[in-house]
Protein backbone atom coordinates (compact mmCIF):
# COMPACT_ATOMS: atom_id res chain seq x y z
CA UNK A 1 0.00 0.00 0.00
CA UNK A 2 3.00 2.36 0.77
CA UNK A 3 4.68 1.55 -2.22
CA UNK A 4 1.02 2.34 -4.02
CA UNK A 5 1.19 5.77 -2.24
CA UNK A 6 4.89 6.52 -3.21
CA UNK A 7 4.40 5.98 -6.87
CA UNK A 8 1.15 7.99 -7.06
CA UNK A 9 2.94 10.77 -5.20
CA UNK A 10 5.44 10.71 -8.00
CA UNK A 11 2.84 10.39 -10.85
CA UNK A 12 0.80 13.30 -9.17
CA UNK A 13 4.62 15.16 -9.00
CA UNK A 14 5.04 15.11 -12.70
CA UNK A 15 1.39 15.87 -13.86
CA UNK A 16 1.60 18.82 -12.07
CA UNK A 17 5.20 19.18 -13.28
CA UNK A 18 3.74 19.07 -16.71
CA UNK A 19 1.04 20.91 -16.67
CA UNK A 20 3.42 23.75 -15.18
CA UNK A 21 5.88 23.49 -17.91
CA UNK A 22 2.92 23.89 -20.61
CA UNK A 23 1.54 26.98 -18.68
CA UNK A 24 5.09 28.48 -18.81
CA UNK A 25 5.86 27.48 -22.48
CA UNK A 26 2.82 28.94 -23.34
CA UNK A 27 3.37 32.22 -21.46
CA UNK A 28 6.71 32.17 -23.22
CA UNK A 29 5.24 31.83 -26.52
CA UNK A 30 2.18 35.24 -25.94
CA UNK A 31 5.13 36.99 -25.08
CA UNK A 32 6.80 36.50 -28.13
CA UNK A 33 6.47 38.95 -31.13
CA UNK A 34 3.64 38.37 -33.65
CA UNK A 35 4.53 36.10 -36.91
CA UNK A 36 2.39 34.13 -39.78
CA UNK A 37 1.15 30.96 -39.00
CA UNK A 38 4.37 28.01 -39.04
CA UNK A 39 4.16 24.85 -41.24
CA UNK A 40 5.63 21.99 -39.80
CA UNK A 41 9.44 21.46 -40.19
CA UNK A 42 10.36 24.05 -42.40
CA UNK A 43 8.55 27.25 -40.67
CA UNK A 44 7.86 30.24 -42.59
CA UNK A 45 10.75 29.46 -45.74
CA UNK A 46 7.63 28.96 -48.07
CA UNK A 47 7.34 32.74 -47.87
CA UNK A 48 10.68 33.72 -47.96
CA UNK A 49 10.52 34.09 -51.74
CA UNK A 50 11.60 35.13 -54.12
CA UNK A 51 13.59 37.92 -52.70
CA UNK A 52 14.23 37.23 -49.12
CA UNK A 53 14.31 41.44 -47.89
CA UNK A 54 11.21 41.99 -50.23
CA UNK A 55 8.94 39.09 -48.86
CA UNK A 56 9.97 40.05 -45.09
CA UNK A 57 8.69 43.91 -46.00
CA UNK A 58 5.78 42.72 -47.11
CA UNK A 59 5.36 40.61 -43.95
CA UNK A 60 5.70 43.51 -41.58
CA UNK A 61 3.16 45.36 -42.75
CA UNK A 62 0.77 42.88 -41.57
CA UNK A 63 2.58 41.98 -38.46
CA UNK A 64 4.41 44.66 -37.60
CA UNK A 65 7.86 45.86 -37.08
CA UNK A 66 8.77 43.41 -34.61
CA UNK A 67 7.63 39.81 -36.79
CA UNK A 68 8.71 36.61 -35.10
CA UNK A 69 9.18 33.60 -37.60
CA UNK A 70 10.97 30.28 -37.96
CA UNK A 71 13.51 29.48 -40.83
CA UNK A 72 13.04 25.61 -40.40
CA UNK A 73 14.22 24.89 -36.95
CA UNK A 74 15.51 28.35 -36.21
CA UNK A 75 13.50 30.90 -34.30
CA UNK A 76 13.47 34.54 -36.00
CA UNK A 77 12.98 38.09 -35.23
CA UNK A 78 12.66 40.31 -38.03
CA UNK A 79 13.12 44.23 -37.50
CA UNK A 80 11.57 45.92 -40.17
CA UNK A 81 11.37 49.72 -38.35
CA UNK A 82 13.98 52.31 -37.26
CA UNK A 83 12.55 52.53 -34.07
CA UNK A 84 12.94 48.86 -33.55
CA UNK A 85 16.66 48.51 -35.16
CA UNK A 86 17.44 51.02 -32.71
CA UNK A 87 16.58 48.80 -29.58
CA UNK A 88 18.59 46.15 -31.11
CA UNK A 89 21.32 47.72 -32.52
CA UNK A 90 21.96 50.30 -29.57
CA UNK A 91 19.80 50.13 -26.64
CA UNK A 92 20.14 46.38 -26.37
CA UNK A 93 23.31 45.50 -28.44
CA UNK A 94 25.18 43.75 -25.67
CA UNK A 95 22.65 41.07 -26.07
CA UNK A 96 22.54 40.90 -29.61
CA UNK A 97 26.71 41.08 -30.85
CA UNK A 98 27.46 37.23 -32.23
CA UNK A 99 26.53 36.47 -35.89
CA UNK A 100 24.81 33.31 -36.55
CA UNK A 101 26.35 30.71 -38.01
CA UNK A 102 25.87 28.58 -41.30
CA UNK A 103 27.85 25.52 -42.82
CA UNK A 104 29.50 28.47 -45.35
CA UNK A 105 30.65 30.36 -43.00
CA UNK A 106 31.67 27.95 -40.75
CA UNK A 107 34.40 26.56 -43.12
CA UNK A 108 35.25 29.64 -44.57
CA UNK A 109 35.82 31.47 -41.51
CA UNK A 110 38.45 29.06 -40.35
CA UNK A 111 35.93 28.12 -37.50
CA UNK A 112 35.03 31.44 -36.68
CA UNK A 113 38.27 32.62 -36.60
CA UNK A 114 37.81 35.98 -38.83
CA UNK A 115 36.83 38.84 -37.77
CA UNK A 116 33.64 39.15 -39.60
CA UNK A 117 31.75 35.75 -37.63
CA UNK A 118 33.69 35.69 -34.32
CA UNK A 119 32.03 35.73 -31.30
CA UNK A 120 32.30 38.66 -29.42
CA UNK A 121 35.16 38.82 -26.78
CA UNK A 122 38.71 39.07 -26.58
CA UNK A 123 39.48 37.91 -29.81
CA UNK A 124 36.97 39.98 -31.50
CA UNK A 125 37.46 43.18 -29.62
CA UNK A 126 41.57 42.75 -30.88
CA UNK A 127 40.86 42.47 -34.47
CA UNK A 128 38.12 45.32 -34.34
CA UNK A 129 41.04 47.84 -33.02
CA UNK A 130 43.40 46.03 -35.44
CA UNK A 131 40.75 47.51 -38.52
CA UNK A 132 40.73 50.54 -36.90
CA UNK A 133 43.67 51.83 -36.41
CA UNK A 134 46.74 49.18 -38.36
CA UNK A 135 44.73 48.16 -41.62
CA UNK A 136 42.00 50.46 -42.43
CA UNK A 137 42.71 53.56 -40.32
CA UNK A 138 43.10 57.11 -41.94
CA UNK A 139 47.21 57.21 -42.37
CA UNK A 140 46.79 53.34 -44.00
CA UNK A 141 44.44 54.57 -46.66
CA UNK A 142 46.33 57.61 -47.09
CA UNK A 143 49.62 55.51 -47.71
CA UNK A 144 47.73 53.23 -50.82
CA UNK A 145 45.39 56.30 -52.04
CA UNK A 146 47.94 55.78 -55.32
CA UNK A 147 46.97 52.35 -55.62
CA UNK A 148 43.38 53.36 -55.84
CA UNK A 149 43.73 56.43 -58.23
CA UNK A 150 45.83 53.85 -60.62
CA UNK A 151 43.34 51.03 -60.91
CA UNK A 152 40.25 53.72 -61.17
CA UNK A 153 43.18 55.49 -64.35
CA UNK A 154 43.15 52.39 -65.80
CA UNK A 155 39.64 51.27 -66.07
CA UNK A 156 38.54 54.77 -67.31
CA UNK A 157 41.87 54.35 -70.03
CA UNK A 158 39.40 50.84 -70.94
CA UNK A 159 36.17 52.51 -71.30
CA UNK A 160 37.93 54.84 -72.82
CA UNK A 161 39.52 52.81 -75.48
CA UNK A 162 35.94 50.76 -75.68
CA UNK A 163 34.60 54.45 -76.36
CA UNK A 164 36.61 54.73 -79.40
CA UNK A 165 35.85 51.49 -80.43
CA UNK A 166 31.59 52.19 -80.12
CA UNK A 167 31.73 48.59 -78.15
CA UNK A 168 29.65 48.09 -75.39
CA UNK A 169 30.96 47.81 -72.15
CA UNK A 170 29.01 45.06 -69.08
CA UNK A 171 29.85 47.88 -66.49
CA UNK A 172 29.26 45.51 -63.45
CA UNK A 173 31.82 43.16 -65.00
CA UNK A 174 34.21 46.22 -65.25
CA UNK A 175 33.55 47.35 -62.06
CA UNK A 176 33.94 43.63 -60.00
CA UNK A 177 37.64 43.82 -61.73
CA UNK A 178 38.15 47.26 -60.39
CA UNK A 179 36.74 46.85 -56.55
CA UNK A 180 38.65 43.27 -57.15
CA UNK A 181 42.15 45.27 -58.41
CA UNK A 182 41.89 48.00 -55.47
CA UNK A 183 41.31 45.78 -52.79
CA UNK A 184 43.46 43.07 -54.06
CA UNK A 185 46.40 45.47 -54.25
CA UNK A 186 45.91 46.57 -50.95
CA UNK A 187 45.51 43.48 -49.04
CA UNK A 188 48.85 41.56 -50.45
CA UNK A 189 49.77 43.33 -54.14
CA UNK A 190 48.14 41.07 -56.35
CA UNK A 191 45.27 42.58 -59.49
CA UNK A 192 44.62 40.84 -62.52
CA UNK A 193 46.85 42.05 -65.42
CA UNK A 194 45.39 39.36 -66.97
CA UNK A 195 42.32 37.23 -67.34
CA UNK A 196 44.52 34.04 -66.52
CA UNK A 197 46.54 36.01 -63.75
CA UNK A 198 44.83 37.03 -60.68
CA UNK A 199 41.86 36.33 -62.52
CA UNK A 200 42.07 33.80 -59.97
CA UNK A 201 41.49 35.98 -57.00
CA UNK A 202 38.46 37.30 -59.04
CA UNK A 203 37.26 33.34 -59.00
CA UNK A 204 37.56 32.47 -56.05
CA UNK A 205 36.09 35.36 -54.55
CA UNK A 206 32.57 34.87 -56.77
CA UNK A 207 32.99 30.89 -55.64
CA UNK A 208 32.53 32.09 -51.97
CA UNK A 209 29.76 34.19 -52.80
CA UNK A 210 27.96 31.70 -54.43
CA UNK A 211 28.65 28.88 -52.14
CA UNK A 212 27.29 31.25 -49.24
CA UNK A 213 24.32 31.90 -50.88
CA UNK A 214 23.17 28.30 -51.64
CA UNK A 215 20.20 27.59 -49.46
CA UNK A 216 21.57 24.75 -47.77
CA UNK A 217 18.89 22.47 -45.67
CA UNK A 218 21.48 21.30 -43.00
CA UNK A 219 21.22 25.54 -42.16
CA UNK A 220 17.57 25.35 -41.36
CA UNK A 221 16.29 21.65 -40.83
CA UNK A 222 17.21 20.12 -37.26
CA UNK A 223 17.63 16.32 -38.59
CA UNK A 224 19.30 17.66 -41.83
CA UNK A 225 22.33 19.05 -39.75
CA UNK A 226 24.67 16.25 -40.31
CA UNK A 227 23.74 15.48 -43.89
CA UNK A 228 25.17 17.40 -46.93
CA UNK A 229 22.42 16.28 -49.19
CA UNK A 230 23.21 19.23 -51.45
CA UNK A 231 26.68 19.19 -51.59
CA UNK A 232 27.29 22.52 -49.82
CA UNK A 233 29.79 21.33 -47.35
CA UNK A 234 31.54 19.49 -50.22
CA UNK A 235 31.71 22.82 -51.99
CA UNK A 236 32.99 24.76 -49.81
CA UNK A 237 35.31 22.61 -48.20
CA UNK A 238 36.84 22.45 -52.09
CA UNK A 239 36.65 26.60 -52.17
CA UNK A 240 38.80 26.93 -49.25
CA UNK A 241 41.27 24.36 -50.30
CA UNK A 242 42.49 26.28 -53.27
CA UNK A 243 42.52 29.04 -50.94
CA UNK A 244 44.21 27.86 -48.48
CA UNK A 245 46.76 26.99 -51.45
CA UNK A 246 46.61 30.66 -53.49
CA UNK A 247 47.03 32.11 -49.51
CA UNK A 248 49.73 30.12 -49.03
CA UNK A 249 51.78 30.79 -52.16
CA UNK A 250 51.42 34.68 -52.02
CA UNK A 251 52.28 34.66 -48.17
CA UNK A 252 55.54 32.55 -49.03
CA UNK A 253 56.12 35.05 -51.69
CA UNK A 254 55.24 38.20 -49.19
CA UNK A 255 58.13 36.41 -46.55
CA UNK A 256 61.03 36.29 -49.30
CA UNK A 257 60.44 40.03 -49.82
CA UNK A 258 60.80 40.58 -46.24
CA UNK A 259 63.81 38.43 -45.71
CA UNK A 260 65.20 40.43 -48.26
CA UNK A 261 64.25 43.20 -47.02
CA UNK A 262 65.52 42.36 -43.40
CA UNK A 263 69.10 41.69 -45.06
CA UNK A 264 69.80 45.28 -46.00
CA UNK A 265 68.51 45.18 -49.52
CA UNK A 266 67.33 49.02 -50.59
CA UNK A 267 64.83 50.42 -49.47
CA UNK A 268 63.50 52.26 -52.10
CA UNK A 269 63.23 49.07 -54.01
CA UNK A 270 60.63 47.26 -51.61
CA UNK A 271 57.45 47.48 -52.51
CA UNK A 272 54.90 49.62 -50.14
CA UNK A 273 53.38 47.43 -47.34
CA UNK A 274 50.00 45.93 -47.91
CA UNK A 275 47.39 44.68 -45.66
CA UNK A 276 49.09 41.47 -45.44
CA UNK A 277 52.39 42.66 -44.53
CA UNK A 278 50.68 44.47 -41.40
CA UNK A 279 49.02 41.06 -40.43
CA UNK A 280 52.32 39.05 -40.99
CA UNK A 281 54.31 41.41 -38.37
CA UNK A 282 51.59 40.63 -35.96
CA UNK A 283 51.90 37.13 -36.49
CA UNK A 284 55.51 37.24 -35.71
CA UNK A 285 55.52 39.44 -32.64
CA UNK A 286 55.50 37.18 -29.76
CA UNK A 287 55.20 40.07 -27.35
CA UNK A 288 51.32 40.17 -27.94
CA UNK A 289 48.89 38.50 -25.75
CA UNK A 290 46.73 37.47 -28.32
CA UNK A 291 48.44 36.26 -31.20
CA UNK A 292 47.49 35.52 -34.43
CA UNK A 293 47.98 32.08 -36.02
CA UNK A 294 48.14 31.34 -39.82
CA UNK A 295 44.52 30.20 -40.07
CA UNK A 296 43.58 33.94 -38.34
CA UNK A 297 45.64 36.10 -41.17
CA UNK A 298 43.80 33.74 -43.90
CA UNK A 299 40.30 34.21 -42.19
CA UNK A 300 41.35 37.77 -41.94
CA UNK A 301 42.45 38.51 -45.43
CA UNK A 302 39.32 36.32 -46.80
CA UNK A 303 36.58 38.99 -44.77
CA UNK A 304 38.56 41.69 -46.54
CA UNK A 305 38.56 40.09 -50.36
CA UNK A 306 34.48 39.32 -49.90
CA UNK A 307 33.59 42.17 -48.17
CA UNK A 308 35.02 44.96 -50.51
CA UNK A 309 34.25 43.72 -53.86
CA UNK A 310 31.09 42.94 -54.71
CA UNK A 311 29.40 44.86 -52.77
CA UNK A 312 31.03 48.14 -53.75
CA UNK A 313 31.12 47.11 -57.20
CA UNK A 314 27.25 46.59 -56.82
CA UNK A 315 26.55 50.42 -55.61
CA UNK A 316 28.60 51.93 -58.38
CA UNK A 317 26.82 49.94 -60.80
CA UNK A 318 23.25 50.86 -58.99
CA UNK A 319 24.50 54.46 -59.03
CA UNK A 320 24.78 54.66 -62.68
CA UNK A 321 21.75 53.00 -63.65
CA UNK A 322 19.55 55.66 -61.49
CA UNK A 323 21.45 58.25 -62.86
CA UNK A 324 20.90 57.43 -66.95
CA UNK A 325 17.50 56.97 -65.38
CA UNK A 326 17.39 60.42 -64.01
CA UNK A 327 18.87 62.62 -66.42
CA UNK A 328 18.60 65.88 -64.62
CA UNK A 329 20.44 64.55 -61.94
CA UNK A 330 23.15 63.39 -64.21
CA UNK A 331 23.24 66.71 -65.31
CA UNK A 332 23.36 68.45 -62.12
CA UNK A 333 26.30 66.29 -60.58
CA UNK A 334 28.11 67.03 -63.91
CA UNK A 335 28.03 70.60 -63.85
CA UNK A 336 28.97 70.24 -59.92
CA UNK A 337 31.78 68.14 -60.81
CA UNK A 338 33.01 70.24 -64.03
CA UNK A 339 33.10 73.46 -61.92
CA UNK A 340 34.92 72.12 -59.13
CA UNK A 341 37.25 70.10 -61.04
CA UNK A 342 37.55 71.23 -64.53
CA UNK A 343 37.65 68.86 -67.72
CA UNK A 344 41.48 68.67 -67.75
CA UNK A 345 42.10 66.49 -65.20
CA UNK A 346 40.47 63.29 -63.41
CA UNK A 347 38.72 63.47 -60.11
CA UNK A 348 40.09 62.67 -57.09
CA UNK A 349 39.49 61.55 -53.71
CA UNK A 350 40.50 64.50 -52.51
CA UNK A 351 37.84 66.58 -54.60
CA UNK A 352 34.87 64.38 -53.14
CA UNK A 353 34.76 66.71 -49.87
CA UNK A 354 33.83 69.73 -52.38
CA UNK A 355 30.94 67.61 -54.34
CA UNK A 356 28.21 67.41 -51.86
CA UNK A 357 26.06 66.72 -54.50
CA UNK A 358 27.68 63.93 -55.56
CA UNK A 359 27.91 62.79 -51.85
CA UNK A 360 23.91 63.09 -51.94
CA UNK A 361 23.73 60.94 -54.87
CA UNK A 362 25.53 58.15 -53.43
CA UNK A 363 23.71 58.33 -50.17
CA UNK A 364 20.25 57.90 -51.93
CA UNK A 365 21.84 55.06 -53.99
CA UNK A 366 22.99 53.59 -50.37
CA UNK A 367 19.41 54.24 -49.11
CA UNK A 368 17.47 52.30 -52.03
CA UNK A 369 20.09 49.55 -52.95
CA UNK A 370 21.71 48.68 -49.94
CA UNK A 371 24.54 45.88 -50.47
CA UNK A 372 23.65 44.34 -47.01
CA UNK A 373 19.90 44.34 -47.43
CA UNK A 374 19.71 42.18 -44.37
CA UNK A 375 22.32 42.81 -40.91
CA UNK A 376 22.28 39.82 -39.10
CA UNK A 377 22.49 39.11 -35.25
CA UNK A 378 22.45 36.11 -32.56
CA UNK A 379 21.13 36.44 -29.38
CA UNK A 380 24.09 35.73 -26.90
CA UNK A 381 21.39 35.66 -24.23
CA UNK A 382 17.60 36.34 -23.31
CA UNK A 383 16.09 40.14 -23.38
CA UNK A 384 12.82 42.10 -23.04
CA UNK A 385 12.30 44.24 -26.12
CA UNK A 386 8.92 46.39 -24.83
CA UNK A 387 6.55 44.07 -23.93
CA UNK A 388 7.82 41.03 -25.88
CA UNK A 389 10.75 38.52 -24.78
CA UNK A 390 13.47 37.56 -27.07
CA UNK A 391 15.41 33.96 -26.16
CA UNK A 392 18.88 33.50 -26.25
CA UNK A 393 20.28 31.43 -29.35
CA UNK A 394 17.46 33.67 -31.50
CA UNK A 395 18.41 34.99 -34.86
CA UNK A 396 17.35 38.66 -35.65
CA UNK A 397 17.49 40.08 -38.70
CA UNK A 398 17.48 43.75 -39.60
CA UNK A 399 16.19 44.41 -42.93
CA UNK A 400 17.93 47.31 -44.26
CA UNK A 401 16.04 47.58 -47.31
CA UNK A 402 13.03 48.33 -45.30
CA UNK A 403 14.39 50.82 -43.18
CA UNK A 404 15.24 52.72 -46.45
CA UNK A 405 11.80 52.99 -47.26
CA UNK A 406 9.74 53.70 -44.12
CA UNK A 407 7.56 56.52 -44.99
CA UNK A 408 7.01 57.66 -41.85
CA UNK A 409 11.23 58.93 -42.47
CA UNK A 410 11.74 59.44 -45.83
CA UNK A 411 9.08 61.74 -47.84
CA UNK A 412 8.43 59.95 -51.09
CA UNK A 413 10.62 57.25 -50.19
CA UNK A 414 10.57 55.19 -53.52
CA UNK A 415 11.69 57.87 -55.57
CA UNK A 416 15.08 58.73 -56.19
CA UNK A 417 15.98 62.11 -54.99
CA UNK A 418 19.46 63.24 -53.65
CA UNK A 419 17.98 66.91 -52.47
CA UNK A 420 16.59 64.90 -49.71
CA UNK A 421 20.42 64.71 -48.30
CA UNK A 422 21.20 68.60 -48.69
CA UNK A 423 20.75 70.41 -45.56
CA UNK A 424 19.77 73.50 -47.60
CA UNK A 425 16.81 71.21 -48.80
CA UNK A 426 13.61 71.25 -47.03
CA UNK A 427 11.32 69.91 -49.17
CA UNK A 428 13.41 66.06 -49.13
CA UNK A 429 14.79 66.11 -45.72
CA UNK A 430 14.63 63.44 -43.91
CA UNK A 431 11.84 63.88 -41.08
CA UNK A 432 12.79 67.12 -40.47
CA UNK A 433 15.66 66.10 -37.89
CA UNK A 434 18.58 66.92 -40.35
CA UNK A 435 21.47 65.91 -42.91
CA UNK A 436 21.77 61.61 -41.89
CA UNK A 437 24.70 59.86 -42.49
CA UNK A 438 25.20 56.10 -43.09
CA UNK A 439 27.58 55.14 -40.69
CA UNK A 440 25.57 53.61 -38.24
CA UNK A 441 24.17 56.12 -35.95
CA UNK A 442 21.00 56.93 -38.04
CA UNK A 443 18.76 53.99 -37.93
CA UNK A 444 16.48 54.85 -40.97
CA UNK A 445 19.32 54.54 -43.19
CA UNK A 446 21.97 51.86 -41.97
CA UNK A 447 23.90 50.14 -45.22
CA UNK A 448 26.98 49.72 -42.80
CA UNK A 449 25.28 48.16 -40.13
CA UNK A 450 25.33 49.77 -36.36
CA UNK A 451 27.51 49.25 -33.24
CA UNK A 452 30.39 46.55 -32.46
CA UNK A 453 29.21 44.99 -35.41
CA UNK A 454 29.13 47.77 -38.08
CA UNK A 455 31.59 47.46 -41.32
CA UNK A 456 35.19 48.80 -40.15
CA UNK A 457 35.51 49.55 -44.07
CA UNK A 458 33.41 52.21 -44.34
CA UNK A 459 35.72 55.07 -45.08
CA UNK A 460 37.53 52.42 -47.95
CA UNK A 461 34.62 51.87 -49.45
CA UNK A 462 32.96 55.21 -49.70
CA UNK A 463 36.39 56.81 -51.41
CA UNK A 464 36.12 54.22 -53.62
CA UNK A 465 32.71 53.96 -54.64
CA UNK A 466 32.05 58.13 -54.70
CA UNK A 467 35.53 58.57 -56.38
CA UNK A 468 34.74 56.00 -59.09
CA UNK A 469 31.43 56.84 -59.73
CA UNK A 470 32.29 60.60 -59.59
CA UNK A 471 34.87 59.51 -62.71
CA UNK A 472 32.48 58.01 -64.69
CA UNK A 473 30.01 60.32 -65.25
CA UNK A 474 32.50 63.03 -65.53
CA UNK A 475 34.34 61.37 -68.49
CA UNK A 476 31.24 59.76 -70.30
CA UNK A 477 28.27 59.47 -71.82
CA UNK A 478 26.40 56.67 -71.32
CA UNK A 479 24.38 55.04 -74.11
CA UNK A 480 22.28 51.86 -72.64
CA UNK A 481 22.17 49.19 -74.87
CA UNK A 482 19.82 45.75 -74.97
CA UNK A 483 16.78 46.34 -73.72
CA UNK A 484 14.71 46.09 -76.18
CA UNK A 485 12.03 43.57 -74.51
CA UNK A 486 11.91 46.03 -71.39
CA UNK A 487 9.26 47.86 -71.44
CA UNK A 488 9.35 51.23 -69.49
CA UNK A 489 9.45 55.16 -69.40
CA UNK A 490 13.06 54.68 -67.78
CA UNK A 491 15.76 53.39 -70.22
CA UNK A 492 17.15 51.03 -67.74
CA UNK A 493 15.57 48.05 -66.11
CA UNK A 494 16.02 48.21 -61.87
CA UNK A 495 14.37 44.48 -61.26
CA UNK A 496 16.92 43.25 -57.90
CA UNK A 497 18.65 40.10 -58.15
CA UNK A 498 18.21 37.27 -55.77
CA UNK A 499 22.21 37.45 -54.56
CA UNK A 500 23.62 37.88 -51.14
CA UNK A 501 24.37 41.51 -51.85
CA UNK A 502 21.94 43.30 -53.29
CA UNK A 503 22.82 42.83 -56.96
CA UNK A 504 20.69 43.71 -59.99
CA UNK A 505 18.59 41.25 -61.94
CA UNK A 506 20.05 42.20 -65.21
CA UNK A 507 23.49 43.11 -66.76
CA UNK A 508 23.83 47.01 -67.51
CA UNK A 509 25.02 46.94 -70.68
CA UNK A 510 26.51 50.81 -72.22
CA UNK A 511 28.51 52.07 -74.75
CA UNK A 512 30.40 54.85 -73.21
CA UNK A 513 30.92 57.94 -75.35
CA UNK A 514 33.85 60.26 -74.31
CA UNK A 515 32.79 63.63 -73.26
CA UNK A 516 35.92 65.41 -72.53
CA UNK A 517 38.55 66.42 -75.56
CA UNK A 518 40.84 66.43 -74.99
CA UNK A 519 40.62 63.39 -72.98
CA UNK A 520 42.35 63.54 -69.41
CA UNK A 521 44.10 60.05 -69.15
CA UNK A 522 45.02 57.92 -72.41
Known sequence: MADFQGWGIIVFILIISTIIRTILKNRTRSSLPPGPFRLPI????????PIPHQALHKLSKRYGPLMHIFLGSNPCVIISSPEMAKEFLKTHEASFSDRPQTVASMHLSYDSQDFMFAPYGPYWKFVKKLFMSDLLGGHTLDLLQSVRRYEIQSMINVMFKKSLAGEAVNVGGELIRLTNNVISSMVMRKRSESEEEAGEVRKLIKEVFDTSGIFNLSDFIWFCKNLDLQ????????????????????????????MKKKEGSNEADAPPKDFLDTLLDIYEDDSLEIKLSMDKVK???????TAGTDTSASVIEWTLAELINHPIVMEKVRREIDTVVGKSRLVEESDIVNLPYLQAIVKETLRLHPSGSLIPRQATEGCNIGNYYIPAETRIFVNVWALGRDPNYWKNALEFKPERFIMTSNEYESSGKGQVDVRGQHFQLLPFGSGRRGCPGTTLALKIIQTTVAAMIQCFEWNVVGNETYKSITPVNMEEGKAITLSRAHPLICV????LNPFPII
Open 42 to 49: IGHLHLLT
Open 231 to 258: GVKKSVVDVRGRYDKMMDRIIEEHRHLR
Open 299 to 305: AIILDML
Open 512 to 515: PEAR
